[in-house]
């Protein structure tokens, strides 16, 4: 079991909202980056959303881009996941995970760590 704790999942239809929060206090080791990630069973994990906790760079995938937004609660080592105008297709089980290292902004997720045990998005049409 990793260091992170997911939640905030649920169902929604489609267009409506959810807001996913993840604690990072039992994280151990230095944060880099700070990310969203999503997987849909027999599907490989996917990044949704990366932010740069040095530069203040967020990254998003082209399918939730403008929908999407990540930010970081540093007073409460928490990072969250704003999503709005959802769609069917945002249905899976979302993953935040922690990078220590450098050039983490760019990766897809296999530098990444700490890995929760996630919370369930269901978006029905």
């Known amino acids: 079991q990793g260091a992170m704790v997911e939640s905030g999942g649920g169902s929604v239809q489609a267009g409506g909202s959810l807001r996913l929060s993840c604690a990072t206090s039992?994280?151990?080791?230095?944060?880099?980056?700070l990310g969203w990630f999503r997987q849909v069973p027999g599907k490989e994990r996917e990044r949704v959303a990366i932010?740069?906790?040095?530069?203040?760079?967020?990254y998003y995938d082209p399918s939730v881009k403008g929908r999407f937004t990540i930010s970081h609660d540093n007073s409460k080592n928490t990072v969250l996941l704003q999503m709005s105008d959802m769609k069917p297709e945002d249905t899976a089980m979302y993953y935040c995970?922690?990078?220590?290292?450098?050039?983490?902004?760019?990766?897809?997720?296999?530098?990444?760590?700490?890995w929760g045990q996630g919370t369930q998005v269901t978006v029905s049409s």
């Open positions: 039992a994280y151990p080791y230095g944060r880099h980056c």
């Open positions: 932010m740069g906790l040095t530069s203040g760079s967020k």
């Open positions: 995970a922690a990078s220590p290292r450098a050039g983490c902004f760019y990766n897809a997720g296999s530098v990444f760590e700490g």
